[in-house]
T-cell receptor
């Protein structure tokens, strides 16, 4: 069981470039999430997907789009990267036990110059 | 909206001693879940311990325990017999019991240093 995997681990972009962050989970979870983590801050929710085919905005969705490709995969796209999007991005999926705890991927460190 | 506050940006502890990290939260809900996550330098978010609000008994996981005070909206983490591997950023997180998204709200974190 790999759990939640993310690619790439590191990325440097120039302002205005686009890219897609990939996330996959092998735990058969329905719900998946994208968070960003900035220095001195906790994680903030960008988008989430409660099930295959559905997506909803979180706390900080501006400048991002998402795709729930299938039950396993949930991608985050930056169409025109800005320096304010320099951050560490985490993908998570939600378990189905009573606590519904979230399991996190290893994160992607993105720098926008 | 729910908020989570961790008032200690940094803490330090001597190896083998005990340290307590503070967390307070604000909610109008009566049922909810609270979590402590550990983030070592590897960046991986690791679930340390969890507590359901309607359970009065404080959660315990080996050397980690919580002091959950529902009326005071306080959820502190106690680490006993601290080890060098406990050095990390610790995040307190809150989640409503229901809702369509099970969104986690995080505090800003406490950086724990363990001194040998």
């Amino acid at each position: 069981n790999a759990g939640v995997t993310q690619t790439p681990k590191f990325q440097v972009l120039k302002t205005g470039q686009s890219m897609t962050l990939q996330c996959a989970q092998d735990m058969n979870h329905n719900s998946m999430y994208w968070y960003r983590q900035d220095p001195g801050m906790g994680l903030r929710l960008i988008y989430y997907s409660a099930s295959e085919g559905t997506t909803d905005k979180g706390e900080v969705p501006n400048g991002y789009n998402v795709s729930r490709l299938n039950k396993r995969e949930f991608s985050l796209r930056l169409e025109s990267a800005a320096p304010s999007q320099t951050s560490v991005y985490f993908c998570a999926s939600k378990g189905e036990n009573s606590y519904n705890e979230q399991f996190f991927g290893p994160g992607t460190r993105l720098t926008v110059l | 909206a729910q908020t989570v506050t961790q008032s200690q940006p940094e803490m330090s502890v001597q190896e083998a001693e005990t340290v307590t990290l503070s967390c307070t939260y604000d909610t109008s809900e009566s049922d909810y879940y609270l979590f402590w996550y550990k983030q070592p330098p590897s960046r991986q978010m690791i679930l340390v311990i969890r507590q359901e609000a309607y359970k009065q008994q404080n959660a315990t996981e080996n050397r980690f325990s919580v002091n959950f005070q529902k009326a005071a909206k306080s959820f502190s983490l106690k680490i006993s017999d601290s080890q060098l591997g406990d050095a990390a950023m610790y995040f307190c997180a809150y989640r409503d019991s229901g809702g369509s998204n099970y969104k986690l709200t995080f505090g800003k974190g406490t950086l724990l240093t363990v001194n040998p």
